[in-house]
């Protein structure tokens, strides 16, 4: 009940195409989901979080997307660039503590 | 200037042998964690604890052992260290239901 599941695994996007990473939960308690990101030797970065009383929100060329009927939420990164190749983790926060998903490869082709 | 910092950066050690690593945050942040993620990169809460107190422990080992002399610091040592042990731990911090901040990580090879 406090797993994120994530897909895809990995992604190659164009560059200048959009990039969609999607996440599902399963417990109504979690209140609060980030999107991180992590490149290669580093720790991961919040990149946007949303809460379930909004249906998107956009920052830039990030939007997340989020539907509480479905428990289902996902990344969107428009005209992706070489420089967003890197790992995304979504999360639910939820219990004082954050459950991440299993991650995202995106490589983006030059 | 590294708002959250954890050394070493890099342990490689035989089986059985225990090791520490060391995180430290000046961020002014209650709440400290560690993390683990495997081979597969996968993000695991392994403990929390906010100004010095244990509030989660991920039924983690208990060769695994936190420890906050303060609010700024959360260590953690490991005893008998196994193959399995082998990952990339991570320290983070925040505030109360806030943003995570995590430092760069310490890679675990347990030969």
């Known amino acids: 009940q406090q797993q994120v599941k994530q897909s895809p695994q990995s992604l190659i996007v164009q560059k200048g195409g959009i990039s969609i990473i999607n996440c599902a939960y399963e417990n109504t308690a979690f209140d609060y989901f980030p999107w991180y990101q992590q490149f290669p030797g580093k720790g991961p970065a919040l990149l946007i979080a949303i809460r379930p009383d909004v249906s998107e929100k956009k920052e830039g060329r990030f939007t997340i997307s989020f539907n509480k009927s479905a428990k289902q939420f996902s990344l969107h990164i428009m005209d992706s660039q070489p420089g967003d190749s890197a790992t995304y983790f979504c999360a639910a926060e939820g219990f004082q503590k954050l459950v991440f998903g299993t991650g995202t490869r995106l490589l983006v082709s030059p | 200037d590294t708002a959250v910092s954890q050394t070493p950066k890099y342990l490689v050690t035989q089986m059985g042998n225990d090791k520490s690593i060391k995180c430290e945050q000046n961020?002014?942040?209650?709440?400290m964690y560690w993390y683990k993620q495997d081979s597969k990169k996968f993000l695991k809460i392994m403990f929390s604890?906010?100004?010095?107190?244990?509030?989660i422990n991920e039924t983690v080992p208990n060769r695994f052992s936190p420890k906050s002399p303060d609010k700024a610091h959360l260590n953690l040592h490991i005893n008998s260290l196994e193959l399995g042990d082998s990952a990339v731990y991570f320290c983070?911090?925040?505030?109360?239901?806030?943003?995570?901040?995590f430092g760069e990580g310490s890679r675990l090879t347990v030969l």
């Open positions: 604890y906010n100004n010095k107190e244990l509030i």
């Open positions: 983070a911090s925040s505030q109360v239901n806030g943003e995570l901040f």
């Open positions: 961020l002014g942040h209650d709440t």
